[in-house]
């Protein structure tokens, strides 16, 4: 039998090719709007990012996200996306620490 096939995606902030599931979608809507989808279901143009706070800023000072995502991408909902990301790691390491 053979294995399942993992679904590999690049994150846009360091450039690794890593499982999909380990990365953070990040997903521009029909109507333009740019938001995290942290369970990989919404519906839209999707870009990866690493979920760490280095990755993402990386990707936002080359303006890769807002290439992938075909869209210009203000200030604060960059800002919105980092809080998101500190926010989901810490709950997962008080999942794992506990």
Do not use: F, W
């Amino acid at each position: 039998m053979t294995p399942k096939k993992i679904p590999l995606r690049r994150c846009n902030g360091c450039g690794e090719s890593k499982p999909k599931k380990e990365l953070v979608r990040v997903v521009r809507a029909g109507d333009g709007t740019v938001s995290l989808d942290l369970t990989g279901k919404k519906p839209g143009r999707g870009a990866y990012v690493c979920p760490s706070a280095a990755c993402l800023a990386k990707a936002r000072k080359a303006g890769r996200i807002a290439r992938a995502l075909e869209v210009s991408i203000p200030e604060e909902i960059y800002d919105a996306m980092a809080a998101e990301i500190e926010k989901a790691g810490a709950q997962k390491g008080e999942t794992h620490a506990g």
